[in-house]
């Protein structure tokens, strides 16, 4: 249930075959992955449709047993509050099933403790690289994960080894249950801690401060995302994966000013003034 995404032929990321058979077991829609969303974030974007595979059986020493399928559509993904995407293949459930693919279930909770889990995936960059399993422990993040430009408010982390580059969108499974618990979507390894909370190197910030914390690889939880399937079928007017609502910024007035450094500590912070109108009563911010 675990396989390796390919865009136009080249390794991507790693996604899981979602089970999403209703209560009497029985597969009645099209066969769902998950996955990180900036896996098919770009791509899809400038084409949402072609290109995007996915090969199960993945193992380095079984290729004849490979067994590929073409990714029809994304149905939905949030790259706002996590780096989640659910994407629909060009098969039903039932077809792979009957190929001997076998999906995994999203689980109702995570556990809000040191956990004991399983990650597998298909991290590039090695030797004999395909699906490998890694066991270690997974624990709330416990502060602000900021990577650039984003900030994830709930998000949990590992130290599983042989975590690279390609291991983005593996599930992490509960050791005991074999349900997905989390999907990994960033890591800090190869990263330097002068680079903390740049793009790959994500940082956790805890009372206003940022703390880097090496070789530790970050998961998003998916107990929330059960209750978007019906009867087999994704359904985008189910709560959790509504589209989220936008609002407009207006009467802006963007004046042109130069704010200068502070020269000590006792100087006081460089303020800039800008005013705006929402179409919403209140608003988060974050400065950087």
């Known amino acids: 249930g675990v396989g390796q995404m390919f865009w136009n032929d ?13 209560e009497h077991n029985n597969a009645l829609g099209p066969a769902y992955l998950l996955t990180a969303a900036h896996c098919v974030f770009e791509e899809q974007e400038s084409d949402p449709t072609g290109g995007l595979s996915i090969t199960f059986n993945y193992f380095h020493d079984t290729p004849n047993a490979y067994k590929t399928y073409s990714i029809n559509r994304t149905v939905w993904k949030d790259y706002q509050q996590a780096d989640l995407a659910i994407l629909e293949l060009d098969a039903t459930l039932s077809t792979l099933l009957a190929d001997g693919i076998n999906p995994l279930r999203m689980a109702s909770e995570w556990p809000r403790i040191t956990a004991n889990v399983l990650v597998v995936g298909i991290p590039g960059d090695l030797q004999e690289s395909a699906l490998r399993l890694a066991a270690c422990a997974q624990e709330p993040t416990g502060g602000t994960l900021v990577e650039d430009a984003r900030a994830y408010l709930a998000t949990v982390k590992n ?3 042989e975590i690279r580059p390609g291991s983005s969108g593996s599930p992490v499974l509960d050791r005991n249950s074999g349900q997905i618990l989390s999907v990994l979507t960033t890591t800090t390894y190869g990263a330097k801690s002068d680079e903390k909370c740049f793009e790959d190197a994500p940082c956790e910030v805890r009372r206003g401060q940022p703390v880097f914390s090496s070789d530790t690889h970050y998961a998003h939880p998916v107990d929330h995302l059960a209750s978007c399937f019906s009867n087999g079928v994704f359904n985008s007017t189910a709560t959790a994966c509504a589209p989220y609502t936008t609002f407009k910024v207006t009467d802006t007035t963007w004046p042109t000013q130069y704010v200068a450094m502070p020269e000590d500590v006792n100087s006081p912070p460089p303020v800039l003034l800008v005013d705006f109108t929402l179409s919403t009563a209140f608003y988060r911010f974050k400065t950087v």
């Open 10 to 22: 080249e390794p991507s990321c790693t996604a899981s075959l979602l089970d999403t058979r209703d």
């Open 159 to 161: 130290r599983c080894k």
